[in-house]
């Protein structure tokens, strides 16, 4: 029993935090302290007025903020608990599994989701975000996340898929005032409801040829059965599907533009890296084998649609959230092609993932810049046009801005080259010629429209009256490491390397 409780304690430490927090945000100990002095008629006649003394003196001005910043030190120390548990072990019957690769990919989760926190915070007022609940829904999707690094059981991994989809629905559609934000909600539950039915249908029809549950053993019943099963096929394909499903894979992407556009930033942000690193991990860990056993390299049609529709859709796109929308599309393409054959292009996979969320990072950091018009200020750019002439009167900002999608692009002096390279790279490796013919048209194609929010920013003279806001100062500092993180590892990318190689021999 104590040995459980030890090897559970970073989920344990986790959820009670969060129950705090939920308590502590939505109960009367958040409302803040006040003063109330009691001073002699006589004094106050004889002497001037100072200022008002009933304004709150003790506790926090604003409770979003103040429970951000806890949530961000408790995703820190969960991290700390995950990298630091003693031994590898098998929780709940085998159900979870606790090894070098689920405690480097959880404790990674947890330290991105918190920059991303840290990001978002200072972002949270100007945005008029006042749901204490917020923060708590973004804490049970990441442990939703967390748990599903660590699954290998087909319920289980049910079970955490919807635990995160339904953080992030109503995480989606929590700005109410917003007709866009309900849009979102609405199109990312019917759905995701409809990608939880396929996994949900697919694990029944496995269960119902198998019997059995475990990934490792349903894969070592496919290898040993030499007899084709359309049944047991069937079901990894719907399990397949509902996987690619997350990842906003083509043709299975139909959510991913209006919900990008209508959530608040903060929330894209999340949706746009978190659950990639999740199912992805969830993936090569568990699922990978059983995928190329019984489909062989049919992951080439989803990566080769999504590299398709990638580099077509943005080129008529103006909003700034739909063209990274279809931009990240594009780049889970490139992140597949390490998984249609093999685990021998793990290393290449990694390396990419890391420096995608890096750009994203940086970008969706600017994106939480707040931008004025007239009498309104709204929580950051929405169009291409209101970076028109940046570089006229805040050149770091377009400096920032140009590096970002320079990354995105795979483009040198940043660090972005260096992923695309490595996929290359293992992709002629494996003879995949067709499929690296189109990656690199893809990424000709992708360049126009990159390159197209730079000529907006250097070239084009504004068209309309608007300015940007103060930033955050953590918003800052992470957008600066994040870039200069781009820009460094182009020329000193022996530790990117080494930690893409040790992900990729953890598996």
């Not at 405690?103 to 100007?126: H, I, P, Y």
């Not at 894969?219 to 509902?242: I, K, R």
């Not at 580099?311 to 739909?322: C, E």
């Not at 309104?376 to 002439?389: E, H, K, M, R, V």
């Amino acid at each position: 029993m104590a040995l459980d409780f030890i090897a559970w304690a970073p989920e344990i430490q986790f959820l009670v935090v969060m129950l705090g927090l939920l308590y502590y945000g939505t109960g009367p100990a958040v409302t803040p302290v006040t003063e109330a002095l009691w001073i002699p008629s006589g004094w106050t006649q004889s002497k001037p007025q100072g200022p008002k003394l009933d304004k709150p003196s003790a506790g926090p001005d604003y409770i979003p903020s103040h429970l951000t910043s806890w949530a961000i030190v408790t995703c820190l120390l969960t991290a700390w608990l995950i990298w630091d548990s003693p031994l590898p072990v098998l929780q709940a019957g085998g159900a979870f599994i606790r090894d070098p690769f689920t405690q480097m990919m959880g404790g990674f989760l947890m330290v991105f989701a918190s920059a991303c926190l840290a990001a978002a915070n200072g972002w949270l007022r100007k945005a008029h975000v006042i749901h204490p609940e917020y923060i708590v829904l973004i804490l049970l999707a990441i442990l939703g996340q967390h748990l599903l690094i660590m699954t290998s059981d087909l319920m289980a991994l049910y079970l955490c898929l919807e635990l995160q989809s339904f953080a992030l629905v109503v995480l989606c559609s929590l700005n109410y005032t917003s007709p866009y934000a309900i849009e979102a909600g609405m199109k990312y539950f019917l759905l995701s409801a409809f990608s939880s039915c396929l996994l949900l249908l697919g694990i029944g029809l496995i269960y119902w040829e198998t019997g059995l549950t475990r990934c490792s053993h349903i894969q070592e019943l496919l290898s040993a059965d030499l007899e084709p099963n359309l049944t047991l096929w069937l079901g990894l394909w719907l399990v397949g599907v509902g996987l690619l499903w997350k990842l906003a894979a083509a043709p299975l992407h139909m959510w991913a533009a209006d919900v990008y556009q209508g959530a608040w930033t903060s929330v894209t942000l999340l949706i746009s890296t978190l659950p990639k690193i999740s199912v992805l991990a969830f993936w090569v860990h568990s699922w990978h084998g059983l995928w190329t056993t019984a489909f062989g390299e049919a992951m080439a049609i989803f990566s080769a649609l999504s590299l398709i529709v990638g580099a077509l859709a943005p080129m008529a796109q103006s909003q700034l959230k739909r063209l990274l929308a279809f931009s990240s599309i594009s780049h889970m393409g490139f992140l597949l092609i390490p998984l249609v054959q093999g685990t021998e292009g793990l290393s290449a996979l990694w390396a990419y993932l890391i420096l995608y969320l890096l750009t994203n990072l940086a970008l969706w950091g600017l994106m939480l810049w707040p931008f004025g018009r007239g009498k309104f200020t709204t929580s950051g750019p929405q169009s291409i046009w209101d970076l028109a002439g940046l570089n006229a009167y805040m050149p770091v900002a377009a400096t920032a801005w140009a590096g970002g999608m320079l990354s995105l692009a795979g483009l040198p002096p940043v660090a972005g080259f260096l992923g695309k390279l490595g996929i290359f790279w293992w992709g002629l490796n494996q003879h995949q010629y067709a499929l690296m013919t189109l990656a690199l048209v893809a990424t000709l194609l992708s360049t126009v429209y990159y390159l197209r929010v730079l000529k907006v920013a250097y070239v084009d003279q504004p068209k309309a009256w608007g300015q940007f806001d103060s930033m955050a100062p953590m918003n800052a500092y992470l957008i600066a490491m994040a870039w200069f993180s781009l820009a460094i590892l182009l020329w000193h990318g022996t530790p990117l390397v080494l930690a893409s190689h040790l992900m990729a021999l953890a598996c």
